[in-house]
């Protein structure tokens, strides 16, 4: 590819977006909200210099933040000096021009083992605590709070809105 090519390609959702009729922020995040609910996995991408990751994980979705338990793995090679991670969640069987997914951006925390979150979070997930303490190996609970979600829904379209609509998460 040329580098005019390159610059095409990539400027593809950009462009298209500038013509795209928008939905409300807040349909658009009751849509988001019921996505992940009904969702329970995810490829979390991490990456630091030369070194990228991309892992399938089970996650729950609750107080606007994605709540991922975890074993360990290379991921925490990108964390411990890259904390942006991207995610995706998606429909496994979509057909073409029947496309639902979500890529989201944000920041990972390692939440402190059995702190009030922690717990918390494994309440959320019917996980006693006291099978979480008696594990070999621990448990770690990455936190995810997403910056922007990018939506891609191509029944938006039925309602006359773009496909793809963006989401910033408020601060």
Not at 132 to 156: A, G, Q, R
Request: overall charge negative.
């Amino acid at each position: 590819m040329t580098e005019e090519q390159y610059k095409q390609a990539e400027s593809f959702w950009t462009r298209k977006d500038e013509a795209e009729k928008k939905l409300d922020a807040d349909v658009l995040y009751d849509w988001i909200d019921k996505f992940l609910s009904s969702h329970k996995i995810l490829a979390l991408a991490t990456a630091a210099g030369d070194f990228v990751r991309c892992t399938p994980l089970e996650y729950s979705w609750h107080d606007d933040t994605i709540w991922i338990f975890t074993e360990g793995g290379l991921k925490f090679r990108a964390l411990r000096e890259n904390k942006h991670v991207s995610a995706a969640v998606f429909e496994t069987n979509a057909s073409f021009g029947g496309l639902k997914s979500l890529q989201i951006e944000g920041t990972a925390e390692i939440v402190e083992m059995f702190s009030d979150a922690y717990k918390k979070a494994a309440e959320f997930r019917r996980i006693p605590l006291k099978t979480l303490k008696k594990l070999e190996e621990p448990m770690w609970l990455l936190k995810i709070t997403p910056s922007e979600i990018t939506c891609l829904n191509s029944d938006f379209k039925k309602d006359e809105y773009g496909s793809r609509q963006m989401y910033i998460m408020k601060k």
